[in-house]
């Protein structure tokens, strides 16, 4: 009797995914995107300012600029010469004058410092310094923030509103961005119905479509939404071949395990190959990944999930969202899920032989409290936790111990 390979660890399934040649990098995948508008997106090559930011030294406070030197004793009354408001230039400062200054303006010429309003007494139109600034104070230097020629954003960073601000900050009024992956995704199951048709005995509502077009969209995919699949062999290998023709990756949920109405792992092999199939964790263990052969030649990347609701939740959290952000150019060292330590307040005395990823919240004490109920098909706990403890195989957990705590914040991005 043959013996069944061994199932790939989380680690070494990710590495699987994140090996497979990238398709998006080609001068075709990439667009000119306005810079307002590029939010969610991943930035195709590396940009470079092509000025300092500040462009010229400029005060961080409302005060008044002065010689430093003039100032050294602490008490000093120096005549108000200009007026200088942000975004209007000044003349160069006279010795023994000040300047009244307002934030974000220029330093005049001739002026080393500022001295904020709070230590200062305007008297007629001279103004008492009661303060000895040192030479700089209160300056933003030009270029202190970025020099010209310097790097502001590498290839492959995922576009959020502060990126797109420092883009802004040196003039770019575009970016150029990787095009939206494509991505197919259909169901299995007879039992399946959708939200508004009769629940019928036997029947659930189809909750994986919605969990999953929500994550695709949250990654900023170009979504084709076919629904749900007959039951049967055929229908399913028509499904994979229509899709895999205009689309990246093909993402399904359910049939990739191995009862005999489990169509897709069949389907696949069929139409293409699979590369990877089982993952020694909990929940998910029936993952699977390869190609679909398209029509015109080359293939479309497959991913089947599990069809239990929080196997396929976790799953795409933890396989589907890096690869997907891979495919786009993401750097794969910066993708693999980043842990917070944090201390246990539950006991889990059974260990497993697979890695489990648990379903938990923060309590008031900084600590992790656990969702009473793990089973894959608990949606709930998705919706109760703030994240997820991932705990290595055969390893129980005590109160008190620290766990590696995957947030919910980050993975959902």
């Known amino acids: 009797m043959m013996q069944k390979p061994p199932m790939l660890s989380v680690a070494e399934a990710l590495d699987v ?20 508008a590029a939010n969610g997106r991943i930035l195709a090559s590396a940009q470079t300012s092509q000025l300092n930011v500040p462009p010229a030294d400029n005060t961080q406070m409302d005060g008044y600029a002065v010689r430093a030197a003039d100032c050294a004793g602490g008490a000093a009354r120096l005549q108000v010469s200009q007026r200088i408001p942000a975004g209007h230039v000044g003349a160069p400062l006279q010795a023994g004058t000040a300047a009244r200054i307002f934030t974000g303006a220029m330093i005049p010429e001739g002026a ?16 008492v310094i009661k303060h000895a600034p040192a030479s700089g104070e209160w300056v933003r230097r030009a270029g202190e923030d970025i020099r010209s ?20 900050s040196v003039g770019l009024e575009t970016v150029p961005v990787v095009r939206k992956l494509r991505v197919a995704m259909f169901f299995t ?10 629940l019928k005995p036997g029947a659930i509502y189809n909750s994986n479509r919605f969990v999953l077009r929500g994550l695709l969209e949250n990654l900023g995919c170009e979504i084709s939404d076919y629904g749900i699949v007959p039951d049967n062999r055929e229908a399913t290998r028509e499904a994979l071949r229509v899709a895999a023709q205009e689309h990246d990756l093909i993402l399904t949920s359910g049939g990739v395990s191995v009862g005999e109405e489990d169509h897709v792992k069949p389907a696949v092999e069929a139409e293409g190959r699979l590369n990877m199939w089982q993952i020694a964790m909990k929940p998910g263990k029936p993952l699977a990944f390869g190609e679909v052969r398209r029509a015109a030649g080359g293939t479309a990347f497959f991913i089947g999930l599990p069809g239990n609701p929080v196997s396929s939740f976790v799953t795409f959290l933890i396989f589907v969202r890096p690869f997907i952000l891979h495919q786009q150019g993401v750097a794969a060292a910066g993708l693999a899920p980043q842990a917070i330590s944090m201390r246990a307040d539950f006991d889990w005395p059974k260990a497993d032989r697979r890695q489990e ?7 008031a004490g900084g600590g992790l409290d656990l969702f009473p109920h793990q089973g894959s098909g608990v949606l709930t706990s998705a919706v109760w936790g703030d994240g997820l403890v991932d705990n290595p195989a055969g390893k129980t957990i005590a109160k008190g111990d620290l766990l590696r705590f995957l947030p919910f914040s980050a993975l959902l991005q």
Do not use: W, Y
């Open 17 to 36: 995914l994140l090996a497979a040649p990238r398709p998006l990098v080609d001068s075709a995948a990439i667009e000119q995107m306005p810079t307002l």
């Open 112 to 127: 080393d410092a500022v001295v904020m309003q709070e230590m200062c007494e305007a008297d007629g139109d001279a103004v």
């Open 149 to 168: 020629g310097s790097v502001i954003l590498p290839a492959g960073t995922r576009l959020r509103p502060q990126h797109l601000g420092l883009a802004a």
């Open 189 to 198: 199951g007879d039992e399946l119905t959708m939200p508004g048709q009769p």
């Open 357 to 363: 990823f648990l379903r938990v919240k923060i309590n």
